[in-house]
C-alpha cells in the first residue's frame, strides 16, 4: 500500500471515552493513560508509552505541514497565516504580526453526533 501523505487511524470510541463524555470534567493526560490502561488491560506503562508515541507522532506530522484524519472523530490541519498589521491592545500602537502556521482539528460526523446525542439527553 503506497505512503500517504494523510495518516488515517480508524477505530470504534472506547468505554472509556464514553464514560468520560458523561461528565462535565476535563480529561487530562494522566487520566486518558489512566483510562487507555483499564479500557485495553494493559499496564500502566504501556499505556504511556502508547500515549506518548500517538501524541509525538501527530506533533511530528503537523510540524512538516501533513494533515491527520481520525475517520469518525476529525482532522487536524495546518493553516498558513500571512504576517499583518496588528494593534497593541494597551497601547493601540501598530505592530506587525509576523506569518505563522497554527494547527486546527475539524471534527468528525461521528464524534460530532455523538457529542450532541448526549446534549440532546
Known amino acids: 500500500m503506497p505512503q500517504s501523505k494523510y495518516h488515517t487511524i480508524s477505530r470504534s470510541y472506547s468505554t472509556a471515552t464514553r464514560e468520560l463524555s458523561n461528565s462535565e470534567e476535563n480529561m487530562n493526560k494522566s487520566e486518558l493513560i489512566e483510562a487507555l490502561s483499564q479500557d485495553v488491560n494493559i499496564p500502566h506503562?504501556?499505556?504511556?508509552?502508547?500515549?506518548?508515541?500517538?501524541?509525538d507522532t501527530m506533533t511530528e506530522a503537523l510540524a512538516k505541514g501533513d494533515?491527520?484524519?481520525?475517520?469518525?472523530?476529525?482532522?487536524?490541519?495546518?493553516?498558513?497565516?500571512?504576517?499583518?498589521?496588528?494593534?497593541?491592545?494597551k497601547t493601540?500602537?501598530?505592530?506587525?504580526?509576523?506569518?505563522?502556521?497554527?494547527?486546527f482539528f475539524k471534527v468528525g460526523k461521528d464524534l460530532r453526533e455523538q457529542v450532541d446525542l448526549k446534549r440532546k439527553k
Not at 494533515?67 to 490541519?77: A, D, L, N, Q, W
Open 67 to 89: 494533515s491527520i484524519e481520525i475517520r469518525g472523530f476529525g482532522s487536524f490541519v495546518v493553516k498558513q497565516y500571512e504576517s499583518y498589521e496588528g494593534r497593541n491592545p
Open 92 to 103: 493601540g500602537k501598530k505592530i506587525k504580526v509576523k506569518p505563522k502556521k497554527l494547527p
Open 45 to 55: 506503562r504501556e499505556a504511556a508509552a502508547i500515549t506518548n508515541t500517538v501524541i
